[in-house]
């Protein structure tokens, strides 16, 4: 089976290593992928939503399976490009249509997705410029903290968490009058801040079945006690201590059952990833947001501790019959921390040497930012730049391969935090 990865990221690479170790995987492509990819397959520059470029080099190429990993062609419609094409409609596409990829391209309209199918979720209004002073007396009147969410795609940075009603105003405003985020700050969601202990659900669909991937509990903020702004993702810890037995039940039959029931009720074509963010709030969840592709840097926990060929899962997916589909899952802890270049989420540096990789024999790296320069030296070339995934037979010893690893891979101004899985640590010593 000839297999195309679209994507550059941790994520992708994590893919990327998966998929090589199948017996299945006969050619592997990643475009545009990066420096690790380029270890376990080959790199094609083609951007992507260079939709018509993909097309090409599928039909060339004699590829059978499409992996898609970031949201962007997924919301902009890749899977309906596919189906329209008699030349590409018999390709397996792991990915849903660009209807299903609005649940994650507009957090309006998950919202009243959710709200269709009585999916326990926060409160929430949407408000654009046109109606900017309802929503300023609704920022007014609503009880801190209010969260504020840019309806489209920003990169995993379109939320605010705003701690007074000055900061909420400010940052409406910011929103709906400056395009804080751009287009995707037209519409801004204001919903109710959800306390409790937050998790990641990943479910695999075709449609008609679904499979519950591993859980995984990531931290977005790029400060060590969950401060400062939000990032893409600074690590993540799987398995979760709490995601079992009677919570995990609650998952599947209030959030799992009524999203892939309400997908299909509405004729929508969902053959992928539905990424579930979920608040544990006193052992009941309440959806936070959907995703529509696996997390990065989630997925570098969650796909090391799938024990089956991950292949026979995405080709099941993408060909309808995962219901015939069995996988195995491994009893391993699993962390990942990000290292990043200083100054992300801002501005940062590009170029920078990397160091030390070479040494990292207790944990898996999987690369992000990075490219080979001119003289095959490693560089950063983004902010995120590597995960570096410990396993163990439980969260203190994984976190230890981790952050060992770290310890010896060194470039100009590098970043990770310190305290990753530490909250896990604290829920089970309790």
Known sequence: MNIL???????????????????QCNKLFIAPGNAGTAAVGQNVPIG????????????????????????????NGISDYFKADDGLNHVGLVGPS???AQLEGSKDYSKQFMNRYQIPTAKSQTFTKDNLDEGLNYVTSHPLPIVLKADGLASGKGVIIAETHEHARETLKEMLLDAKF??????????????GIELSVFVLTDGENYKILPEAKDYKRIGEHDKGLNTGGMGAVSPVPFAKGDFIRKVEERV?????AGLKKEGIDYKGFIFIGLMNMNGDPYVIEYNVRMGDPETQVVLPRIDS?????????????????????SDDTATTVVMVSGGYPESYAKGHEINGIEHVTEATVFH?????????????????VLAV?????????ALENSYNGIGKITWQDEYHRRDIGQDILKLLED
Request: charged share 20%; glycine share 12%; proline share 3%.
């Open 256 to 260: 799992v059952k009524p999203t892939v």
């Open 48 to 75: 992507v939503n260079d939709f018509e470029a993909i097309a090409e080099f599928v039909k060339t190429n004699s590829i059978d399976l499409v992996v898609v990993g970031p949201e962007d062609p997924l919301v």
């Open 389 to 397: 995934t410990g396993r163990g037979n439980s969260v203190a010893n």
């Open 309 to 329: 060929d991950l292949v026979d899962l995405l080709s099941a997916t993408a060909n309808g019959t995962l219901g015939k589909t069995e996988f195995s899952v």
């Open 98 to 100: 660009k209807e299903g």
């Open 182 to 195: 751009g287009e995707a700050s037209s519409r801004v969601v204001i919903e109710q801040f959800l306390e």
């Open 368 to 384: 992000a930012g990075t490219k080979n320069g001119e003289n095959g030296q490693l560089q950063t070339s983004g902010g995120r």
């Open 5 to 23: 990865i679209l994507g550059s990221g941790g994520r992708e690479h994590a893919f990327s290593w998966k998929i090589s170790q199948s017996n």
